[in-house]
């Protein structure tokens, strides 16, 4: 049985209709550029956000460079954000001339170690980059990852920004709908608490177009403008230009699909948690527990499961598995292979193998199974069980 690691296919045929009919809407308007899906797309997301702002652009990563520079980095601005997500989340700082500052990860979430980044804040922890000792009141942002759909504490993180007067730019590119409950029963969904946050559209994403797009969400007005002009070259007036910016604008054509999808996302993310729940009830009937590490279920949050991510004891155990899947045919992929401390276009940086252990330990153990809402139970069994019987085999 061949399973697919994602599939876009099956969910297509259920809404082919709605989704043809949207995109015969945007043509036959003539209105294909910033028209009317763009804007209420922006509007409906930004509410369910719970934000003041949404602004559509071309894809996450230019939704990264654009919100960051709207919030004010530049040239030799220290931004502090995870060696362990995808390059965009780091290549935004760089992009804009800024150094990006990776702090290691909690090896239960896989997301921003927020102790380590305290510490580091306090001058607990010395950072050096290359011969340079950087001082922490220089830092000027954090750049947050909700990596695999589940929510950094967002309550620590509001207080982070308060107790150190940092910028938050919320990375949520994959988790938009997961939630953090406060202690005082507040609820909050990622990308709603920092002075930005973005949302991927990338197809493979939870609420994913068919091409590229990204959204850039705030609650401050000034951020928001600047974010739109910066998506039209810099023009507050068409042809006047205040700054040089980007051509970065959704496409009308992708924001009528999302409309289409985003009516459906509630339902999307129910069914990767019953999946995920599925997932762990498959690996403790075959005993695996102690073995596979699975994503933990946490009363304090909604994880929503953009990936499910597995880890194993070693590389060598990791790499077998991942072989036999692949034998099946059986999708799997390494979420992230490299920590991008380690990447060759950071080497300027200063960072060398060993700085940060937990990720690249996490890198090189990590494996993410099949995970999107049309995933069937018999397919779940065959993907366990050929895990199963692959490690009785090392
Ligand atoms: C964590 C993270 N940040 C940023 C991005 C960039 O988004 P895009 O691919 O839409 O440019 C992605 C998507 O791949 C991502 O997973």
């Known amino acids: 049985m ?8 099956r969910q297509y045929l259920k809404i082919k209709d709605e989704i043809l009919g949207a995109i015969d809407n945007v043509i036959s308007s003539g209105r294909v550029i910033l028209g009317e899906n763009v804007k209420n797309l922006e509007e409906e997301l930004a509410q369910f956000i719970g934000v003041r702002h949404g602004i559509g652009v071309a894809n ?4 990264l460079v654009i919100a960051l520079r709207a919030l004010g980095i530049s040239n030799d601005d220290y931004v502090i954000t995870t060696p362990y997500t995808f390059f965009a989340t780091a290549s935004c700082i760089v992009r804009l001339g800024g150094i990006p500052i990776f702090v290691d990860i909690d090896p239960n ?3 921003i170690d ?5 510490d580091l804040m306090d001058g607990k922890i010395k950072i050096k980059l290359g011969d340079v000792e950087v001082n922490p009141k220089k830092i000027k942002a954090i750049i947050p990852v909700h990596l695999f759909g589940q929510t950094v504490n967002l309550e620590r993180l509001e207080n982070i920004r308060k107790k150190y007067g940092l910028k938050i730019l919320e990375d949520a590119a994959q988790s938009v709908g997961s939630i953090w409950k406060y202690k005082n029963g ?5 990308g709603s608490v920092g002075d930005a946050s973005i949302v991927s559209f990338f197809p493979t994403k939870n609420l994913g177009a068919y091409g590229d797009g990204g959204i850039i969400f705030t609650n401050d007005d000034t951020v928001a403008e600047q974010c739109r002009i910066l998506r039209v070259h810099g023009a507050k007036r068409k042809y006047f230009h205040e700054t040089v910016g980007y051509n970065s604008r959704l496409d009308e054509i992708q924001a009528a699909i999302l409309r289409v999808k985003f009516k459906y996302l509630n339902g999307y993310i129910e069914r990767r948690i019953e999946i995920a729940k599925r997932y762990v009830k498959l690996f403790k009937d075959e005993n695996l527990m102690e073995i596979v590490k699975l994503p933990n279920l946490f009363d304090d949050r909604r994880h929503v499961y953009h990936q499910f991510v597995v880890r194993f004891e070693s590389e060598k155990v990791r790499n077998h598995v991942k072989q036999k899947l692949e034998n099946k ?7 992230y292979p490299l920590p991008l401390h380690l990447q060759k276009c950071f080497g300027n940086l200063g960072y060398e193998q060993g700085d940060l252990p937990i990720s690249e330990k996490v890198s090189k153990t990590t494996l993410a199974l099949p995970m999107f809402p049309e995933l069937e139970l018999e397919e779940q069994v065959e993907i366990v ?4 019987k692959s490690l009785k085999e090392i």
């Open 186 to 190: 507040e609820i909050k969904k990622s």
């Open 385 to 388: 069980s050929t895990i199963s």
């Open 60 to 63: 996450g990563s230019d939704a």
């Open 329 to 335: 045919g059986i999708g799997c992929s390494i979420y």
């Open 114 to 118: 927020l102790n380590v980044v305290e």
């Open 109 to 111: 979430t896989y997301n």
């Open 2 to 9: 061949k399973i697919p690691l994602f599939d876009l296919t």
